[in-house]
């Protein structure tokens, strides 16, 4: 079964930044696209990045520019590194890796980011 787990999530100022870490486990990391994706309160859970196995990376319109998504396939990491954040990014970030060869779809729990302005 595969596991997800979200790190580097915390309080920053507008302006700063913050790197989020997702280890997987339990899966062919090698053959997911991974994704991360963040809900604000109230709000929908919506695409920030997403790396496909080959390295080929798309962003929300909102963190292009700011936010980088890259991909460790030997330590099977994959990491957002978001800089100049803004109150707007406020919302728990979730990672989530995708096989579809394999019809698998793991989420994991979560890590707070909050953007203090």
């Known amino acids: 079964q595969g596991q997800l787990v979200e790190s580097g999530g915390g309080l920053v100022q507008a302006g700063g930044s913050l790197r989020l870490s997702c280890a997987a486990s339990g899966l062919v990391f090698s053959s997911n696209t991974m994704g991360w994706y963040r809900q604000a309160p109230g709000k929908q859970r919506d695409l920030v990045a997403r790396?496909?196995?080959?390295?080929?990376?798309n962003y929300a319109d909102s963190v292009k520019g700011r936010f980088t998504i890259s991909r460790d396939n030997a330590k099977n990491t994959v990491d957002l590194q978001m800089n100049s954040l803004k109150p707007e990014d406020t919302a728990v970030y979730y990672c989530?890796?995708?096989?579809?060869?394999?019809?698998?779809?793991?989420w994991g729990q979560g890590t707070q980011v909050t953007v203090s302005s």
């Open positions: 790396i496909t196995p080959g390295g080929s990376t």
């Open positions: 989530r890796a995708v096989d579809p060869s394999r019809a698998l779809l793991f």
